[in-house]
């Protein structure tokens, strides 16, 4: 799977003027006309290849989304002196159209939705393996699902496209909640055919456990608590349950070397092979994730985000059972204590930076090399166990099970050593207030880093009120720029506005 073939479909429609009929019926030998294609087994299989190299697109996870995920959140920040880049981390939104910022995350998402659209309508009629069609068009549904989430989170009301589009289409806006509800049609159909498990050839496919995964987040990203259990019961009392497992060190989770582990419920394939090439759809372009290159500290990436140094002051709230620091501190942040606390250098140098400069540490590559580039081939695990671990927790205490909730909190603590939660916080209790303010704590020693505080904030109400935005401030100061009620979504790009009268700008904007 991580060497997948990287195809992409281009269909070609040629007008011809003054020119005889004879002319006209010429056919390119070298390209492929929609009539010609998705006749075979075969042709359904490139169809759902171009899906999956989607992937690897600049507007996605090969680079810009986590300057919206990560760096937009209370987890990070940009000192990037491309100073509109800097200005979309910090909620200072000029120009709609800034591509890095915004265009070309709305345009991949729609390009993704527009293959997974292709191999939807096309592939039913094909002549095939009936249980090999169902699992292409399972695969396709997840993959339409997964960019319609990101769009409600990031967006919002947005256009819901479900067919093959055509250039001079013009889709109607809709609300969150019915892109919501797409979603979840679109989950629940992947569910039936998905695998449990695929095999070693196809690892790294999405399996019902990352489709009930999926349903339980979007599920509790409209706090509907009952039906993320359901979904979620999947891990721990249907069918996935004992399928997954923490892996025993926490590090191996953001390495190449432990790729598709038992703890990984669904991640991006990234692969080097392709180094060199570029962003496009030409069949050598780059397989590499562009994170680490971004990410790294200054001298040794671009450096362009930043983790706050908060993260560093919450690890050390506690200490764990043997009296000393959190490791997972270690394996996520770079801080100029790095090495007194740990012994670590950062790729093999001495602390150069500022006491208060930190950058995340996860998916870097300074475990083998001493700089970074365009081609980091780490996967991107976007859903782990430890997540789901938090998120059951989080669900059973909404709904009242406070006391259920401890041991998969436990879990995940007991990896790092530290006590378990009733034991360091006895005056949590049963109250589940209480609780969840703690569980906030618990996902980021957990997961920051990992492009999930974003939808967290906005899950958990953090940023729908002026005194919950004010104390994000307080360790943020770029939620200083948060305005309540606009700056929980993006603007939709002003160039797609201004060509498609279905489509309004958000009224806060």
């Known amino acids: 799977m991580k060497n997948l073939a990287y195809i992409t479909l281009v269909l070609f429609s040629t007008l011809f003027y003054g020119c005889s009929d004879e002319l006209l019926d010429v056919k390119n030998p070298n390209t492929l006309t929609e009539d010609q294609f998705w006749l075979s087994a075969e042709d359904a299989e ?107 989170v990031l967006w919002e009301d947005a ?6 589009s055509e250039p001079d289409d013009l889709p109607e806006q809709k609300t969150v909640e019915q892109v919501w509800a797409q979603v979840e049609a679109d989950l629940m159909d992947a569910v039936k055919s998905l695998p449990v498990q695929w095999d070693d050839a196809n690892v790294g496919r999405p399996t019902r456990g990352a489709a009930n995964a999926m349903l339980g987040k979007m599920y509790m990203q409209q706090r509907k608590w009952p039906e993320a259990k359901g979904a979620l019961d999947y891990f721990f009392t249907g069918e996935g349950s004992g399928a997954y497992s923490l892996m025993p060190n926490f590090k191996d989770n953001f390495t190449h070397e432990f790729e598709n582990n038992s703890e990984s419920v669904f991640e991006i394939q990234f692969s080097d092979d392709n180094f060199g090439g570029g962003d496009g759809d030409e069949p050598n372009a780059n397989m590499g994730n562009n994170r680490a290159q971004f990410f790294a500290p200054a001298g040794i990436g671009w450096s362009d985000g930043q983790a706050r140094h908060w993260l560093v002051d919450a690890f050390k709230q506690e200490m764990n059972q043997d009296g000393e620091l959190d490791e997972r501190l270690r394996h996520s942040v770079f801080y100029s204590d790095i090495e007194a606390d740990f012994g670590d250098k950062i790729y093999g140098r001495d602390w150069q930076w500022g006491a208060e400069d930190a950058w995340f540490r996860k998916y870097q590559r300074d475990y083998y090399r001493d700089n970074e580039d365009y081609h980091s081939q780490v996967n991107l695990r976007m859903i782990r166990y430890a997540d789901i671990l938090l998120l059951y927790a989080e669900v059973l205490n909404e709904l009242g099970q406070t006391a259920q909730a401890y041991q998969y909190v436990d879990e995940v603590r007991a990896r790092a050593n530290m006590a378990p939660l009733a034991t360091a916080y006895p005056a949590i209790g049963n109250d589940a207030d209480l609780f969840l303010e703690r569980l906030k704590t618990e996902r980021v020693l957990e997961l920051c880093g990992e492009s999930h505080r974003w939808e967290d904030l906005k899950r958990w109400g953090d940023l729908d009120s002026q005194a919950a935005v004010d104390n994000i401030a307080l360790r ?29 700008q958000h009224a806060e904007y």
């Open 46 to 152: 490139l169809g759902l290849n171009a899906i999956y190299a989607m992937q690897y697109k600049p507007g996605l996870w090969g680079r810009w989304i986590y300057f919206r995920y990560d760096l937009t959140s209370d987890e990070g920040y940009s000192k990037s002196p491309w100073i509109e880049l800097g200005d979309w981390t910090r909620f200072q939104y000029v120009n709609y159209n800034f591509w890095e910022g915004n265009v070309i995350t709305w345009r991949d998402h729609y390009k993704g939705i527009y293959r997974c659209n292709q191999v939807i309508s096309n592939v039913p009629a094909i002549e095939m393996d009936e249980a090999q069609k169902a699992e292409i068009i399972a695969q396709a549904k997840f993959f339409r699902a997964f960019y319609y989430y990101n769009i409600a």
């Open 476 to 504: 943020d100061p770029d939620f200083k720029n948060f305005e309540v009620g606009k700056n929980h979504r993006l603007p939709i790009p002003q160039v797609e506005v201004e060509n498609n009268p279905n489509l309004s």
């Open 159 to 164: 256009p819901i496209v479900l067919e093959p």
